[in-house]
Structures are given as structure tokens and as C-alpha cells.
């Protein structure tokens, strides 16, 4: 059974529509990313199902049960915030044990939990501390310590990781992703408008586009079959190189889609010329962007660190035919 | 203290050229006429004789008269019950007005804070009392809570409420109240106002994190709203409380001459200028100077205020 289930649900500010008929289906146990540019409605979609707005219509069911006026405490919800939204005033430990109280908890069942919370995220040495004495990555754990004390049947998170700098980012990251393998009957919803955290973290993506679901669906998925132009240019980094004109129309395309990987770069010859713009050496690959004659951005063609391609050298790129992704004048995808 | 580095040398100089015009302002329009107020306390000063002022020492605080045949009494601002009747009605009057407007105030803000169409006329509107001149809203109200012509007697005796006119500031048993009443009226909004902007400090997403907990509104206000909301609120309170203590205006027009409501600082004047016992009068500012001090001083000791402006 669907833990979260999202029949035609529709979200007006006033007489802006922010949500429009968004329909989509979550198992139990699955963690699913929402991604999409900023304002495309990530953040009021998840909202709206911790019950901090309002659905304008349409149903939300959370375990077989319309909720749409149901309390935000008896959905059963966790929230992570992007600002963490501790307690300023309370130590950790107050931070964590303020909802269970609220609750009705045991003191020893909630010092129980709180324990088993600390030691997984490894806080147990700050539990006495004020928010204000924890660095952003702790403050983000703290965050999710008190969301999992709750034991809830959801986890919402949105954006947990955007205040973080980089490499904290990635170590958050596995981190959550362990949580989720240990956490395993417990659903996650994941808002985030980077798409590598999102592939790596979700069973499923949904691709959100001007508060339109563009396409749901595993991040391979995605990536090799990405349901429209949007999705094709949203998903995968660098991202995919676009070709419109006749490069396109002898494709039988509005719009040639095609992946850094799936361009053969050579000096000797290949199907399009051009000229070496930029080189950019990440040490695993090398990506080359090559300026031509057929778009005015320069396409980018990812090669073996191993081969020497030089600033200004005169090149040739050869897309893999089967890889080749068409578009038409929607940006729907062309079959056959 | 370690020795300072060059740039820290130049920082520390340029924030005292910074300071010293404001510094000497101060010394001049303040610092200067309290040494002399102290000072005055302990001369036999009168308004006629400034310059011929001779040193007492603490007469005017406390002397031992003697009658000569083994009797005598104890005088001085120190055993004056008038001065301490003063002391009481002041303090009193601070208690009561300044722990209702805290209320009130944190009422309104609460309000204030709150989304609704028209909310930034409201917030305006609300300002008003606090922007009348005291000495207008003082006659203002002692029109109308005059005991033929005011408007309150009228109002209260036509809903049947009173059956005689009652006159408000004259009585002994309102006088107090009356005064009361209007300070709370004018300065309500300015507490509300300092309120609300420690209220707008606290992030909403807090109130999320708390709506997610299941807290309700009256948990939500005690253990999350009022925590955060108090430094501001103590900030309001001691400002409050130093204005309070010195309350003048509202008294000497409302009440004039009522030894229910004569405050400290009521009672300096009159012995200043109205008794021609100018240096019983300075030793009565004196007096008052002190009082507010060690009160403020105890009161940011006991709540542990933060005036540094440093964060913890
Ligand atoms: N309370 C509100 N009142 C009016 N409009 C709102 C409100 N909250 C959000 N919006 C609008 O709804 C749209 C979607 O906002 P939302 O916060 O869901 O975007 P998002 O996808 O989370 O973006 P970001 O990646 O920048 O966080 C935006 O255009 C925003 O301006
Ligand atoms: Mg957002």
C-alpha cells in the first residue's frame, strides 16, 4: 500500500497557482526526491504534505487515509528545514525531547530514544550545547536527530544540505543515505534542486517544472529516457548538449539531445568539425568543449583524461547514433 | 593586557574621536548638573543665595536637633515621612503601571504580529497615545475624567454604572489610580512596539517545527514565544521602569497638590522652587538619583541582562 498518495492536488497563493494537478504515488519504505528548478514549487509540495499549507484541491492520502485536514502532528511527519529550525534557546537534548513530551512520552522512553538518536548520528558529546555552539553540519544533524526521535511513518527533508559547504555536503549526504538503509519501512521525501544528490540518494525522482510533475521515475531512468526536453537538460552533469537546426532536422528532430559521454572526439575526422574552446581536467575525466558551426553554445564531449586535446586545436565529434536523444517543437520526445 | 597591534592602536584611537564630542556633550548637560544637584545637597543653598552657598555636610539628609534640656529629634530628608510617603507612591505607581503596560503591551504585539489586512494601519494607529505630547494628554484626560463636565462621569452615569459623579483626580482613593490609568494609556504603545520587535526577531520556521511537535498555541507561547521574546522585554522594562520612577508631568497636571500621588519627583520641586528649601530639594534629587541607580543596577544583576552588546 502507497504510504503517500497524491490524487489531482492543486495549490493557489491568491490567484497564483504554484501547484497545479499533481498526481503521484509513494510506496512505503521508498525514498523519493523532488527536483526542479528554484520556484518550480519543491518546497510547498513537500508543505503541503507535512500539513503546513493548505491544499487548495484535491486529495493527499497518508496510508489510505484522506488527511487533507488532518493536524500536522497527527500525520505522522518529520520535517528537516533548510534553516534546521532549532530551538534557540533549548540545549540539544531539550530540542529533541520538547516534541515527545508534548507527546506524552516516558522520561526514560524519551531519554531512550533520544540515545539511540545521538548515538547514530554521533552527538552523543553534544547534547548539553545551545544550538548557537554547534558548527552548520552539526546543528544539521541535530536537525535530523530530533526529526527521527518522532519515529515517524514519513521523513520530509527540504533542502538539509544546502547550507553546508561541499565536502560536508557529501559526507551529509552518505550519512542520509545510511539512515534511510537502516530506516528501511521508513518513507523519505527529499527536496533538493541538485541533481546529483537526488540521483544518488533516491529510489525514484520526481522532476518538477512551474509546479507541474515533468516526470517521475528511477534516476537511470531519467537519465537514459528523460520524458522531455526539460528533464533531458535537468538531469546529468555536465549537462546534455542540445543541437536545434539542421544538425537536428536531419534527425527528424526539433531538438538533438545528446550526453558528453556519448561524443567520440578525434583530430582525424567525425561527423561535426570544430574547435577546441576549453578543457576542463577533473583527473577521472576530461571535458572538452568544443565550439562548431551548429549551435552557438559550445557542445561538451567527455574523454579519457588519457587523451591530449589542446586549446584550439581543430576537432571532430561523432555522436553514438543509438544515443541520441530527439525533441520535438514542445520538447516532447520523438519515438521510433 | 596584551600589547595591542598598530591597527588595533589606530581602531582604539579613531572610536575615541568618535566619541568624544557625544562624551563631552554628555558631561556637559548631564554629568555636570547632577555633581552640582549632589552638591547643592549639602549646602544651606536657597533659590536667592546660589552664590553664598556654605557646606553643612549631611544636614539636609539627617541632623539631631537638641533642645537643650536633654530632649531633642531627629531631622532631615531621612525621617521625613512626606519624602518617604513620595518614595512609596512612586515605586508603587512603577510596580502597577509598568507590569500592566508589560501586559498590555505584549497583548498588542501579540496581535500586531499576527498577519491581517490593514495591519501596518493598525500598528500606526496604535502609536498615537504615545505621540501626544504628556503635559496635552495629561490635561486631555483630566478634562474628561473631570468630576461635572467629563465625559467619563457622563458616560458611566447614563449606562447606570454610577449614580453620583465621582471626582476622579481630586479624590483621595483615585487620585492614584487616575494617574495610573493615563500613564498606562500613553505608554502601552511604545512597550507594544519594543515587544513586537523582538517578536519579529523569532524566525517562523521555529513555529513549524513546533506546530509539527503538536504544541498548541499556549505552550507554543510559554516555552518558545515568551523565552525568546524576554531579553527584548526586559530591555522595554528597564527603560520603562527608569522613566517610571521619575514620573513628573502626568502627576503635576493631572493631580496637582495630592499627597496621594505626590512622587520623588513632584516633591523635589516643590521644596526647590516652590518652598524656597532648594538645597532640601537637591538633596531630594539626590536621594532619587540614587534610588533609580541601585534599582537598575539590581534589576540588570537579578535578570543577568546582557548590555554588552556582545552575543553569548
Ligand atoms: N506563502 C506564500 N505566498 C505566496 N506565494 C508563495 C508562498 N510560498 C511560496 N510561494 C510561491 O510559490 C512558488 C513556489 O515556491 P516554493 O518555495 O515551493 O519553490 P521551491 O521549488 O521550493 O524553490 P527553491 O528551490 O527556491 O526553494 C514560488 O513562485 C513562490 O514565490
Ligand atoms: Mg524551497
Redesign the pocket.
Known sequence: MATVDLRNVSKS??S?E?LKDVSLSIEKGEFVAFV??????????L?LIAGL?EISSGDLMIEGERVNDVLPAKRGVSMVF?SYALYPHMSVYENMAFGLEQAKLKKDEIARRIAEAAHMLQIEGLLERKPKALSGGQRQRVAIGRAITRQPRLFLF??PLSNLDAALRGETRVEIARLHARLADTTMIY?T?DQVEAMTLADRIVV?NK?RVEQIGEPLELYENPASRFVAGFIGSPKMNFLTGDAARQHGAATLGVRPEDLTLSAEGGLWSGKIALTEALGSDTFVHVDTTLSDKSIVARVSPRERFRHGMPVYLTPAPERLHRFDEEGAPVRG | MAPQSGLARQRTRSAWVFLAPMLFVLAAVALYPLLRTIWFGFTDASLTSFGSARFVGIRNYLEWLDYGDGNGEWLGLLVDGRWWSAVWNTVRFTLVSVTLETIFGMVIALVLNQKFPGRAVVRAAVLIPWAIPTVVSAKMWGWMLHDQFGIINDMLMRVGILSAPVAWTASPDTAMAAVMMVDIWKTTPFMALLILAGLQMIPDDIYEAARLDGVGPVRTFRRITLPLVLPAMLVAVVFRALDALRIFDIVYVLTPNSPETRTMSVFARENLFDYDKFAYGSAASTLLFLIIAMITIGFIYATRMDLSGTRE
Open positions: 497563493f491568491g497564483v504554484v526542479g528548478p528554484s520556484g518550480c514549487g519543491k518546497s510547498t509540495l508543505r499549507e533548510q527540504d533542502e527536496v534542486h518538477l509546479g
